[in-house]
C-alpha cells in the first residue's frame, strides 16, 4: 500500500515568516495530494490540494508544489500568523478519497 | 460541503466491552470512510463502507474486530469490539460527496480503561 512521510514533526516560525513542509509517497499510482489543517480538538479541514497533472497551486498565502519524478510534494505557508499555528497532514490518493496520510507536522507560529 | 454529525462525541468504555459509532450525513453519499486517530499520531484509514456491500477493510483491521454497518446511503456505524487500552483513539468517519471532495466527521473520543 501506500506509505506517506512528512517532515518535519515540529515546526517553529516567527510571525511574519514563510513555513516549509514535505512530504513523500511511495506509490506511484498516487494522483491526489491534499493537506489538511487540525486545530487542537477538531476535525481535520482540507486547506490545499493538488492533482498529478500540475505541479503547482496557489490559494492567497498558501501554495502546494508536486515533483512526480522525484514523488514528493511540499506545502508553502508565506507571511505566517498566529491562527496558522495548528496541526497539518499532508495525504495521498490513488482514488480520490481514501487516504493515506503522513505523520502530520505541529506548527507554531510565534507572535 | 456536506454536514456529518457522529455519536457519541466521547465515551469511556471498560476494557472488554464494545462501542457503537455512528455517523450520519445530510445527504446521499456513496461511500463513507472510517478513520482511527491514535493520540498524538496521525489519521489511518480503517475501511470504506459502501452501501449494499460489505466493507472493504485495509492491512492491520479486520472485520471481527471492527465491524462495520452500512444500511442507507447517509449512515454507517463502526463498532469497536472486546476493546482493550490500545484501543483509546478518536475515531472520524468522513464521506465522499465526488472524487476529490471529501469531508470528515467531527470525530469520537473513545477511552478504554
Known amino acids: 500500500g501506500e506509505n506517506v512521510e512528512q517532515h518535519p514533526s515540529t515546526l517553529s516560525v516567527q510571525e511574519g515568516d514563510s513555513a516549509v513542509i514535505k512530504c513523500t509517497y511511495s506509490?506511484?499510482?498516487?494522483?491526489?495530494f491534499p493537506w489538511y489543517k487540525q486545530e487542537l480538538g477538531k476535525r481535520p479541514q482540507l486547506i490545499i490540494d493538488?492533482?498529478?497533472?500540475?505541479g503547482e497551486k496557489k490559494d492567497q498565502r498558501i501554495a502546494v508544489t508536486l515533483n512526480k519524478t522525484a514523488k514528493h510534494f511540499s506545502l508553502h505557508i508565506t507571511e505566517t500568523q498566529p491562527e496558522d499555528s495548528a496541526v497539518y497532514f499532508c495525504?495521498?490518493?490513488?482514488?480520490?478519497?481514501?487516504?493515506?496520510f503522513g505523520t502530520g507536522t505541529s506548527l507554531t507560529v510565534i507572535p | 460541503s456536506a454536514v456529518i454529525s457522529q455519536k457519541p462525541s466521547r465515551d469511556i468504555c471498560q476494557r472488554g466491552t464494545s462501542l457503537t459509532i455512528q455517523c450520519q450525513v445530510d445527504?446521499?453519499?456513496?461511500?463513507m470512510f472510517w478513520y482511527r486517530q491514535q493520540p498524538g499520531q496521525s489519521l489511518t484509514l480503517i475501511a470504506t463502507?459502501?452501501?449494499?456491500?460489505?466493507?472493504?477493510?485495509e492491512s492491520g483491521f479486520v472485520i471481527d474486530k471492527f465491524p462495520i454497518s452500512r444500511p442507507n446511503l447517509t449512515f454507517s456505524t463502526l463498532t469497536v469490539s472486546n476493546m482493550s487500552p490500545e484501543d483509546s483513539s478518536i475515531y472520524l468517519c468522513?464521506?465522499?460527496?465526488?472524487?476529490?471532495?471529501?469531508?470528515f466527521g467531527p470525530g469520537t473520543r473513545l477511552t478504554v480503561t
Open positions: 468522513s464521506v465522499d460527496r465526488g472524487p476529490y471532495e471529501q469531508y
Open positions: 506509490d506511484s499510482a498516487s494522483n491526489y
Open positions: 445527504s446521499q453519499v456513496t461511500m
Open positions: 493538488i492533482r498529478s497533472n500540475v
Open positions: 463502507a459502501n452501501q449494499g456491500s460489505e466493507a472493504t477493510y
Open positions: 495525504a495521498a490518493s490513488y482514488t480520490g478519497n481514501q487516504f493515506y
